[in-house]
């Protein structure tokens, strides 16, 4: 059992106030003496929970003194095994409300504990963290419930026993929903954010959602200058621009950045992978200096052959045809570049050769890192040629020889017992081949002209995407009751032309791929037409992924050293 609909109005919410009298204040020495319930809805008593409880053992005469609940009152009443699982069932699906609500949900779940009980409740309102969020000190010095209760002249007062004190909690919880309320909190979600300390002049902006809809989207925060500010999507869009404004936003940028926003425009989408994509061509456009993503194709870097007569690979913010890429850091490509020249011999010095010119088989040799090349002797321009086309063959995915060779030279290592050396070649195989499976998946549906998808939306209905060379160009919904073919059909009219040029993604943003490709991985996902099969190469990295993934993050990445004990996971 969880929570309610956390969109619920606080109207819409059941709640269950308790209070509880006990032996002592600790939940693990002490025991329950008596509990009292109220449930609410919508400012209505709907029904009340009150019992003594045998604590099993004698009362204290101070808690006595304090309550006047004695031990003999109690001998008759039932003990806690029997009166919690009334309990719960009473308070079940509601949310639980109490004054000091550490203390009484502390007892309540030790109790359940103690019984191997599951406790039902995630959290707990607590009204002395709400009062002192919502009231000063001069309008209310005390947070004890007798100063509430004499505060909002409510029509309870608290008398040290369960039930009584329980009503008393009921008004004054009521008096400061009030107070919330004229501040604009209408939701449980926004009750809970409002706990923190928002400052005034933030919490005043929460108008700037108002007018936003229920729906995905983009959202779009602009200055004194109408600048943009900040760029975010979601599922929600006023439930997310809300967030802003409350306690659980405590990014210093982001309260910065709403201390300047004097608007919020929106971008209406069919569903949120529109909106990921529109957000993402928004960001390459405008820059807005308090998004921290990369917002720009050309801050990745991108591994590629020179174009020489012993070509060689360089690691560059541009790329030329073929390439792997792209990479967020510079470290990354550089070290997958080296995986894959030491893997194929490819040079790694940077002595300009004619196509007359030999590379020599001493070359490098004489530094601490000698030339990969040079493993295979001395060579012309043309023997030089089959290495080139060995790597521009693994770069495309029609050979993957070399990561097979990189995983027997991790066996051996591991074998030598040379673990160090080992783990150092595991987490440089493990990038490129990640690197390659990457590079290969865009590749693939870069490749096909049009391609029209579908994915059930959860209601009956049907998210459709048209996407063209890695791109969308459209994106629809087709209702419960409405043709999804139909509605393809007129998305594809619609769609926007693509024009490909001479990059290696052909301009396409390449987290706008990786986003469309997740997408296309999601269980239900259907190929409604397509001008060209959507297929990846029968000898890429692909064979590799799983082991790769494992080799980088998997909790069992240094057994891959110890081939004699998980030989499964270092086979093809």
């Known amino acids: 059992m969880s929570l309610p609909e956390l969109e619920d109005t606080l109207r819409d919410t059941t709640f269950v106030i308790v209070d509880l009298e006990t032996t002592g204040g600790s939940p693990e020495n002490d025991s329950i ?7 609410v809805r919508g400012g209505a008593r709907i029904g009340e929970f009150a019992t003594l409880v045998n604590p099993q053992r004698e009362i204290p005469p101070y808690i006595i003194e ?47 504990a103690r019984l191997s009980f599951d406790w039902p409740f995630p959290r707990a309102l607590c009204t002395v963290v709400l009062a002192r969020r919502i009231l000063d000190r001069g ?10 209760a004499a505060h909002f002249n409510v029509p309870n007062s608290p008398t040290h026993r369960a039930l009584d004190d329980a009503r008393a909690t009921v008004d004054v919880f009521h008096a400061l929903l009030e107070r919330v309320g004229n501040q604009g909190v209408q939701t449980l979600d926004e009750l809970e954010q409002y706990y923190p300390r928002v400052p005034s002049t933030v919490r005043a902006k929460r108008t700037l959602a108002d007018d936003l809809p229920d729906g995905p989207g983009v959202y779009i925060f602009r200055g004194p200058s109408d600048e943009p500010l900040y760029i975010g999507t979601s599922s929600n869009l006023r439930k997310r621009v809300r967030s802003y404004f409350t306690g659980s936003e405590k990014r210093t940028a982001m309260r ?3 201390a300047l926003a004097t608007r919020v425009d929106h971008i209406p989408c069919s569903h949120t992978i529109e909106a990921g994509v529109r957000e993402l061509r928004l960001l390459a456009a405008t820059s807005p200096p308090y998004n921290r993503r990369s917002t720009s194709p050309r801050r990745a870097w991108w591994i590629s052959l020179t174009d020489e007569a012993f070509p060689r690979l360089v690691v560059a913010r541009t790329a030329r045809v073929p390439s792997i890429g792209p990479f967020s850091s510079r470290a990354n490509a550089q070290e997958a570049a080296e995986a894959l020249a ?13 196509a007359t010119a030999i590379h020599p088989a001493d070359c490098g040799t004489t530094s601490a890192s000698p030339c990969a090349a040079s493993r295979h002797g001395s060579l012309v321009a043309s023997g030089y040629a089959e290495i080139t086309d060995h790597a521009r063959a693994t770069i495309a995915g029609h050979d993957n020889t070399v990561l097979d060779e990189l995983r027997q030279q991790l066996e051996q290592l591991a074998a030598a017992e040379k673990f160090e050396t080992a783990a150092r070649l595991r987490d440089r195989a493990a990038n490129l081949g990640l690197a390659l499976h990457r590079s290969q998946r865009l590749a693939s549906l870069i490749r096909i002209d049009e391609m029209v998808v579908g994915r059930p939306d959860g209601q009956r209905g049907w998210e459709i995407v048209v996407i063209r060379r890695g791109r969308l160009a459209a994106a629809g919904v087709a209702r419960q009751g409405t043709s999804p073919l139909l509605v393809a ?10 024009i490909p040029n ?24 259907r190929i409604v037409t397509t001008s060209h099969g959507f297929h990846q190469p029968a ?9 790769c993934q494992q080799a980088r993050t998997g909790a069992r990445r240094d057994q891959l050293l110890r081939p004699d004990r998980r030989t499964d996971t270092l086979t093809a």
């Open 502 to 525: 001479e990059e290696p993604l052909e301009g396409t943003h390449p987290e706008e791929i990786a986003l469309l490709l997740a997408w296309l991985d999601t269980p239900g996902t």
């Open 489 to 498: 059909e007129h998305l594809q009219a619609a769609a926007e032309t693509t």
């Open 66 to 112: 304090l309550t006047g609940i004695t031990t003999a009152m109690v001998r008759e009443a039932p003990p806690i095994s029997e009166v919690l699982p009334a309990f719960l069932e009473f308070a079940r699906g509601c949310v639980l409300v109490a004054h000091n609500a550490r203390f009484d949900t502390g007892f309540l779940r030790a109790a359940a």
């Open 33 to 39: 003496t008596e509990i009292g319930a109220v449930k």
């Open 139 to 148: 309008g209310a010095p005390s947070a004890k419930l007798s100063a509430l």
């Open 539 to 547: 000898r890429g990295a692909a064979q590799h992924a799983d082991w």
């Open 256 to 258: 910065e950045m709403i």
């Open 342 to 354: 030491t893997g194929l011999g490819l040079r790694t010095c940077r002595a300009r050769l004619g």
